[in-house]
């Protein structure tokens, strides 16, 4: 596994006028692997978008590298950067506190005379969406550090943020577009299923994996 980064060039119109949308982001993370294009062998590929320090980043977890040219394509030139994700993963250890960002995509199913097997639905408010990662935490393979609930679920305890919510647009076919809930969220964890958590990191979390959600990442909480 690969972990590559570039930064996004946001003051050169002429490359971003093409990403309006998730789709072309979409379609730029899988125009970065040729290979696979070529083989028709196409692998799943997990990414974000980062913005941190005022500057934005295309942030890809992949199989395989991708091509330094075509991951380049909309970003600073010599600012793309890809390192192995492997031997980070063999570094991970059982009870390991980590500080954690993931960007997802929270959703609920409700059923409703037209939807008989559930319509799904995004959390809107900030409390549906921590409870959301709360919820899946044990499940992939970490807890959350300070979460806490009582047995009558009426107190939550959250010890982590939503850094960012917004409503990019996805363009499923043409003339069709729907907004997609994106939501950030940053915090601790501490390890507890170590096989699990590595599926947590190398699959991601939730839906729409192939339009920017899912992506976690870690690093050790300094004591």
Same mark, same amino acid.
């Given at each position: ?61 992949? #199989?395989? +590298?991708?091509?330094?040219?075509? &991951? /380049?394509?909309? =970003?600073?030139?010599? %600012?793309?950067?890809? $390192? ?49 990662? #709360?919820? +899946?935490?044990?499940?992939?393979? &970490? /807890?959350?550090? =300070?979460?806490?609930? %009582?047995?009558?679920? $009426? ?51 939730? +839906? ?16």
């Amino acid at each position: 596994m690969y972990l590559s980064r570039v930064e996004i060039d946001t003051n050169n119109r002429r490359k971003i006028k093409d990403l309006s949308h998730l789709g072309a982001y979409h379609n730029w993370v899988e125009q970065s692997f040729p290979d696979e294009i070529n083989s028709g062998q196409r692998q799943r590929h997990l990414w974000r978008i980062d913005r941190l320090n005022g500057k934005s980043y295309l942030l890809l977890l992949s #199989a395989t +590298r991708p091509a330094p040219k075509e &991951f /380049e394509r909309y =970003g600073v030139a010599g %600012t793309a950067v890809t $390192k192995s994700y492997d031997a980070w993963l063999d570094q991970l250890k059982v009870g390991m506190v980590m500080r954690f960002r993931l960007t997802a995509n929270p959703t609920h199913s409700i059923v409703e005379p037209n939807h008989p097997k559930g319509r799904v639905v995004p959390h809107v408010t900030i409390e549906q969406q921590k409870q959301w990662l #709360a919820d +899946r935490a044990i499940g992939a393979g &970490f /807890e959350l550090v =300070g979460h806490r609930e %009582t047995e009558s679920d $009426k107190i939550h305890e959250f010890a982590f943020d939503v850094v960012s919510h917004d409503w990019p647009m996805l363009h499923r076919a043409k003339g069709h577009g729907v907004r997609l809930s994106r939501v950030t969220f940053e915090g601790l964890l501490c390890v507890k299923d170590l096989p699990t958590f590595k599926q947590t990191l190398t699959r991601g979390i939730g +839906r729409e994996k192939a339009f920017g959600m899912g992506l976690m990442t870690v690093i050790p909480e300094v004591q």
